[in-house]
């Protein structure tokens, strides 16, 4: 698949995904009362709203003007590195958002040190902006990750048996 393809179908989907969770937090009004809960939903949201801009600067630059995809990445990711971390830091006790959180701050990280650092991808016999693709999947993964736990576990009340 052509990069630039793969972009355009990679944004779309995100800002797809960012309407639906969109959706869902319009129905579960609690959710915004409480300052923790907020907290996650606004990550939730993060997680695909931040791989959606990334994916259109990857179709602005291209590989025309690697200048204009790696600089958006590299601001972008430190955005979701921030917010990531700052979540993480609230995670208390519960091992699978610690997990979740750290390794989307690492991905994070990653990717603005590949913008940064273009020729680290190299090495694998990527092409930078195939290597931040990859990571970008990665990040999605984890979002749809951090959704499922969400809305099974600490989003959802859990409810009586009969």
């Known amino acids: 698949m052509d990069v630039s393809t793969f972009y355009a179908l990679f944004s779309a989907t ?3 995904l960012v309407g639906l969770w969109w959706n869902v937090v319009q129905s579960h009004h609690d959710w915004m009362r409480e ?7 606004g990550g939730i949201y993060l997680s695909f709203l931040l791989p959606a801009l990334m994916g259109l600067f990857a179709q602005i630059g291209g590989t025309q003007q690697p200048q204009v995809w790696r600089a958006a990445f590299i601001v972008l990711a430190a955005v979701g590195c921030v917010c990531t971390l700052r979540l ?3 995670a208390r006790g519960d091992r699978f958002l610690i997990w979740q959180q750290a390794a989307a701050g690492l991905l994070y990280a990653l990717i603005a040190v590949v913008g940064a650092f273009p020729e680290l991808a190299e090495p694998l ?3 930078p902006i195939q290597a931040e693709a990859l990571m970008l999947i990665g990040l999605i993964v984890l979002g749809h990750s951090l959704v499922w736990r969400f809305m099974a576990g600490e989003g959802r009340a859990a409810e009586d048996s009969p």
Do not use: E, N
């Not at 300052?35 to 939903?41: E, G, T």
């Open 125 to 127: 016999g990527l092409r």
């Open 88 to 90: 993480l830091a609230r």
């Open 35 to 41: 300052p923790a809960l907020r907290r996650v939903v």
């Open 14 to 16: 995100c800002f797809t």
